[in-house]
């Protein structure tokens, strides 16, 4: 017996809109509003931003590279640091119900993998989280340099309220 199939119209046809993407190229002296003294460890060379609006989510894409290491600086520190740094300027203006998650790969060395922290409430999405897991990583990976090119991508789902 042959089976019949039944396409229901509603389904057949697409409603939801397509997600929107802008492409922001960041020039030296950008319009990130940020005062002297808060001098950010870190330079962005690239920003995409990606809605969707059916989810409620956004997608930030970063292209950054670490400033150079001071002479009398320790390499781990500074690293941890930059790290902080980072991770308290991407979700900055988050509110804490809304959901983040974090999305790191090293652009100069392919054979790296991603790194990754899944999706958590604002408020539970700390530096020190984000350091220990990298940390963990850039430990195991002897190639890692700081002024590696690193692909930053951030997750942000709202929250209904």
């Known amino acids: 017996m042959a089976k019949k199939i039944i396409l229901n119209r509603a389904r057949a046809i697409p409603t939801t809109e397509a997600p929107s993407v802008s492409r922001e190229e960041i020039a030296p002296s950008s319009s990130i509003n940020i005062s002297a003294s808060e001098q950010l460890p870190f330079k962005i060379l690239d920003e995409t931003c990606k809605s969707s609006p059916k989810f409620n989510a956004t997608g ?23 790290i902080i740094a980072l991770t308290n300027y991407l ?23 991603m790194v990754g922290i899944r999706l958590r409430r604002r408020d539970q999405f700390k530096a020190d989280v984000v350091w220990s897991v990298l940390g963990k990583v850039i430990q195991s990976n002897a190639r890692f340099a700081p002024t590696d090119r690193l692909e930053v991508h951030l997750d942000h789902v709202r929250m209904p309220t």
Not at 100 to 109: A, K, M, S, T, Y
Request: neutral net charge.
């Open 60 to 82: 930030r894409s970063f292209l950054i590279k670490f400033n150079s290491l001071g002479e009398e600086q320790d390499p781990a520190t500074y690293l941890k640091e930059c």
């Open 91 to 113: 979700v900055d203006k988050v509110p804490d119900r809304h959901l983040v998650g974090l999305r790191i790969r090293n652009i100069e060395n392919v054979q790296d993998k």
